[in-house]
């Protein structure tokens, strides 16, 4: 048995027959304190393991995966929309088609998880609708213990699944496309409607300023979009030129990512000075969950036919960083990236970069290697 600290609290960490035990332990302000909780608590589970009674690290192996969704199915009833609640009824029908009535759910392991994930990708179903059916899987699992049906989820990590052909390609707007989109978002259209009559009439297009700063907000920062919402006025530093960007993305150790201050240019200062502030715990931008289809609409109405995401302003953030011959590194970290790995995408955007770097090394003049060249060749 181990007691080690974890950020603000401690954690015991130890096997018992085989099976690990852990747990979180609060209230405790020294080591000595959590020792001491921990060597109780440990009685209690060596006791509760010799009387055979069920502990921490034990999945009844008699319920069935059957059981288990249609439960957490019912217990939805009257939480969500009739629509909703049909498809989690379908979502369980299909999952319980899989794994077969008799399934046990104490043997939905990471690797009869892996199966399903790839069975369905094999069928044909998009990575959306299976990572769909794996968060229904992990919900009712969640469910099931909450209700004291099982002890312990019986799986470590259900990976997501991935559609590698939509996550690869990614694309980023051009320099004119991003000046018809903030002349939209600023200035409006006043577009030629045809009626169904045949007749043809003027209409006024206006977008509201939010989305302009929005939208100037990402293509000047390369923030990411739940970065962007939870922006505070306290996070903005006029007299630095810096803004403070807080991420929930985990890092390679598996704590969150530190925040990051990308300095402001002169667009995103004077954005800030017009716009009205607020108390220092004041949102700036705060969610919005019709963001994507704003957007749409105005790239529609700017001429961009193309399909851009919210996130590809961050992509045209890089990516015109890049074209401009800024090394990977500084993008890294103006992104947030903990290493230059996820950057690389974008360095075949900066050929002249590569070319200005060969240019600073000029072993031997021209004319001394034309000369000793045209001597042996003679």
Same mark, same amino acid.
């Given at each position: 048995?181990?007691?080690?600290?974890?950020?603000?609290?401690f954690?015991?960490?130890?096997?018992?027959?085989?099976?690990?035990?852990?747990?979180k332990?609060?209230? *405790?302000?020294?080591?000595?304190?959590?020792?001491?909780?921990?060597?109780?608590?440990?009685?209690?589970?060596?006791?509760?393991?010799?009387?055979?009674?069920?502990?921490?690290?034990?999945?009844?192996?008699?319920?069935?995966?059957?059981?288990?969704?249609?439960?957490y *199915?019912?217990?939805?009833?009257?939480?969500?929309?009739?629509?909703?609640?049909?498809?989690?009824?379908?979502?369980?029908?299909?999952?319980?088609a899989?794994?077969?009535?008799?399934?046990?759910?104490?043997?939905?392991?990471?690797?009869?998880?892996?199966?399903?994930?790839?069975?369905?990708?094999?069928?044909?179903?998009?990575?959306?609708?299976?990572?769909?059916?794996?968060?229904?899987?992990?919900?009712?699992?969640?469910?099931?213990?909450?209700?004291?049906?099982?002890?312990?989820?019986?799986?470590?990590?259900?990976?997501?699944?991935?559609?590698?052909?939509?996550?690869q390609?990614?694309?980023?707007?051009?320099?004119?496309?991003?000046?018809?989109?903030?002349?939209?978002?600023?200035?409006?259209?006043?577009?030629?409607?045809?009626?169904?009559?045949?007749?043809?009439?003027?209409v006024?297009?206006?977008?509201?300023?939010?989305?302009?700063?929005?939208?100037?907000?990402?293509?000047?920062s390369?923030?990411?979009?739940?970065?962007?919402?939870r922006?505070?006025?306290?996070?903005?530093?006029?007299?630095r030129?810096?803004?403070?960007?807080?991420?929930r993305?985990?890092?390679?150790?598996?704590?969150?990512?530190?925040?990051?201050?990308v300095?402001?240019?002169?667009?995103?200062?004077?954005m800030?000075?017009?716009?009205?502030?607020?108390?220092?715990?004041?949102?700036?931008?705060?969610?919005?969950?019709?963001?994507?289809?704003?957007?749409?609409?105005?790239?529609r109405?700017?001429g961009?036919?193309?399909?851009?995401?919210?996130?590809?302003?961050?992509?045209?953030?890089?990516?015109?960083?890049?074209?401009?011959?800024?090394?990977?590194?500084?993008?890294?970290?103006?992104?947030?990236?903990?290493?230059?790995?996820?950057?690389?995408?974008?360095?075949?955007?900066?050929?002249?970069?590569?070319?200005?770097?060969?240019?600073?090394?000029?072993?031997?003049?021209?004319?001394?290697?034309?000369?000793?060249?045209?001597?042996?060749?003679?």
């Amino acid at each position: 048995m181990i007691v080690r600290r974890r950020g603000n609290h401690f954690e015991l960490d130890g096997r018992i027959n085989g099976r690990r035990v852990r747990k979180k332990i609060e209230g *405790c302000r020294t080591k000595r304190e959590a020792q001491a909780f921990a060597d109780a608590y440990w009685g209690d589970l060596r006791k509760k393991e010799l009387a055979g009674e069920s502990m921490p690290g034990r999945v009844e192996k008699t319920l069935l995966v059957r059981d288990v969704l249609t439960s957490y *199915c019912e217990s939805r009833a009257g939480a969500v929309v009739d629509s909703w609640l049909k498809r989690l009824r379908q979502i369980s029908r299909d999952v319980s088609a899989y794994f077969g009535d008799d399934a046990r759910f104490c043997a939905l392991n990471d690797t009869l998880l892996a199966r399903f994930r790839n069975h369905r990708a094999n069928d044909g179903v998009t990575a959306k609708t299976i990572n769909m059916e794996l968060g229904f899987i992990v919900a009712a699992g969640r469910y099931a213990r909450a209700q004291g049906l099982i002890s312990l989820l019986p799986w470590r990590k259900a990976e997501r699944a991935t559609n590698r052909s939509a996550d690869q390609s990614w694309t980023f707007l051009e320099a004119d496309e991003i000046d018809r989109l903030l002349s939209v978002l600023r200035n409006g259209v006043d577009p030629s409607i045809k009626r169904k009559d045949g007749c043809t009439r003027r209409v006024k297009v206006r977008f509201e300023l939010d989305l302009y700063c929005r939208v100037l907000f990402l293509l000047n920062s390369g923030a990411r979009r739940g970065e962007m919402d939870r922006l505070k006025w306290s996070d903005i530093d006029t007299s630095r030129g810096q803004v403070r960007i807080v991420t929930r993305k985990a890092a390679r150790s598996g704590r969150n990512a530190k925040a990051r201050h990308v300095p402001m240019n002169a667009s995103l200062a004077e954005m800030f000075d017009t716009m009205e502030r607020g108390r220092p715990s004041d949102l700036v931008f705060g969610a919005d969950g019709n963001l994507g289809r704003r957007l749409k609409a105005a790239l529609r109405w700017a001429g961009v036919e193309r399909h851009v995401r919210v996130h590809d302003l961050r992509h045209t953030f890089a990516s015109h960083l890049a074209m401009q011959g800024i090394p990977i590194y500084s993008i890294s970290k103006l992104l947030g990236h903990s290493n230059t790995t996820m950057t690389e995408r974008y360095a075949h955007l900066s050929p002249g970069a590569l070319q200005e770097a060969v240019n600073v090394l000029n072993f031997g003049s021209t004319g001394d290697a034309a000369r000793v060249i045209g001597v042996e060749s003679a």
